[in-house]
């Protein structure tokens, strides 16, 4: 039998023998790791290498390297990649919850107008299929009071503000609850209250504007900042460059969100540009800059959440290039057949359409969310069908509404109407007069001209 001082050297060095098994084991661990290589993401934009790292490229302090790295915390099955645990943001389960079902109401949304066009309802419509994170994922990591210039794929960072169903409804079918009296084109929503700024048709307009509302901002000593959204194809427009420089000098304190989707209309991303995406642009101009996987929602909310904090307070723009995929066609004006890459980027699949329908930051964070237990298969299901037949009444109720009055063709322009358009009006009136039976308009209306 041992002695009491025996059983402890033994215990000891028993101890001692398993640390050494740990530590030759981690060693291995790290051997193998580096041994792998490195994962690449299937973006059309750009391929770059993943990082777990919430890092900010700098002009003044890095190499900048030939390709960016692409940020990514959850993989396509939604499991947390290795070593990205300290960069999950904190989301409460209540928010995390809601960014699902903000993605999947815009998802049905997006089907019912989609058809409700191809039916004649409704003159023109953009989706947003698999893009869905980018605008939703963004949004709610902004401050409530922070400027959103959105482009038009931005629907979900409208529906995260407040905006409803009926509104963007009333728009589409331009009747006279529209707020913008019926006088843009469709989906060019905006809500003055929600801090959402109307949608422009001419791209890169609101690059610019958006410098100057962060400029603003911070001569008022804000912290807010302002958001501008753009795709790939609208970096290549002048006020991009424009804006970029804009914002740089004078330290205004802009997040430009790079919606990288890999097609612009009609035009593939190898025709946009022979560069590493967009990214590198943003140091070449003074900016902070990361890139990250657009279909990942825990990445895209880290990565803006820290845009927003370096922004205000280094009063700086920064750029972020989220990599994305558009599934559907540029709008219902067009055929993406033309330009699009039909071949999946790796084997298994039909088409590239079908690897990234399979890879939506919807199904990606519903697996993230089912392995906390707050999402199924039925609620989803539940979210969808709910949403759908909100969406549908949203549409037979707009379209019962009459369409603005005549007279709203020459308001909220001029303060005091130029002859020009004063002759314009007075010509309509005599037109609707004379010719009153072709018309459905009403005498009322037609005096008010």
């Not at 028993?14 to 050494?20: G, T």
């Not at 928010?95 to 309802?121: C, H, P």
């Not at 804006?243 to 190898?270: D, E, K, M, Q, W």
Request: hydrophobic share 35%; glycine share 6%.
């Amino acid at each position: 039998m041992r002695s009491d001082e025996e059983e402890d050297e033994l215990l000891a060095e028993n101890q001692r023998l398993r640390e050494e098994v740990r530590k030759l084991s981690r060693l291995r661990t790290e051997e193998m790791e580096r041994a792998v290589e490195p994962e690449l993401s299937n973006h059309v934009g750009a391929r770059a290498e993943f990082t777990t790292e919430v890092y900010f490229w700098r002009h003044d302090v890095d190499h900048i390297p030939p390709v960016l790295p692409c940020l990514r915390l959850i993989d396509d099955l939604g499991e947390v990649v290795p070593r990205a645990a300290a960069a999950v943001p904190e989301i409460a389960d209540e928010e995390a919850l809601m960014i699902q079902k903000t993605m999947v109401r815009q998802s049905e949304f997006d089907k019912i107008f989609n058809e409700a066009q191809r039916q004649g309802r409704v003159a023109f419509y953009l989706t947003s299929r698999g893009e869905e994170a980018c605008a939703v994922a963004s949004a709610a990591a902004l401050g409530d009071a922070d400027w959103i210039l959105p482009q038009y794929r931005e629907m979900g960072a409208a529906l995260w503000r407040g905006m409803t169903f009926e509104q963007i409804a009333n728009q589409l079918t331009a009747n006279s609850l529209d707020s913008g009296k019926g006088r843009q084109l469709g989906l060019h929503i905006g809500d003055k209250s929600k801090h959402y700024l109307y949608v422009k048709s001419p791209l890169g307009t609101h690059l610019p504007q958006a410098a100057g509302a962060a400029y603003l901002s911070r001569l008022l000593k804000e912290e807010r900042v302002a958001i501008a959204y753009f795709g790939e194809g609208t970096s290549s427009e002048g006020d991009t460059p424009s804006g970029f420089n804009i914002a740089a000098v004078h330290g205004c304190p802009t997040l430009f969100f790079c919606r990288n989707n890999g097609y612009a209309i009609s035009t593939n991303a190898r025709d946009q540009y022979r560069s590493d995406g967009v990214g590198p642009r943003g140091p070449a101009y003074g900016m902070p800059t990361l890139r990250v996987d657009g279909n990942d929602v825990l990445a895209v909310y880290a990565a803006t959440a820290e845009a927003r904090r370096i922004a205000i307070a280094e009063g700086t723009p920064v750029l972020l290039e989220a990599m994305t995929y558009r599934i559907g066609a540029h709008s219902t004006s067009d055929d993406d057949t033309k330009y699009r890459t039909p071949e999946s980027p790796e084997p298994g699949w039909d088409s590239e359409r079908a690897y990234w329908e399979a890879r939506s930051p919807i199904i990606r964070f519903g697996r993230y969310l089912a392995t906390k237990g707050l999402w199924s298969a039925d609620q989803e299901d539940q979210e969808r069908r709910a949403a759908r037949k909100h969406a549908i009444k949203a549409l037979n109720d707009a379209e019962r509404v009459g369409k603005p009055e005549p007279y709203t063709l020459f308001t909220d322009v001029w303060d005091e109407m130029p002859p020009a358009l004063a002759a314009q009006r007075a010509q309509l009136r005599s037109h609707l007069t004379q010719y009153r039976e072709h018309y459905d308009v009403s005498d009322e209306s037609i005096e008010r001209l």
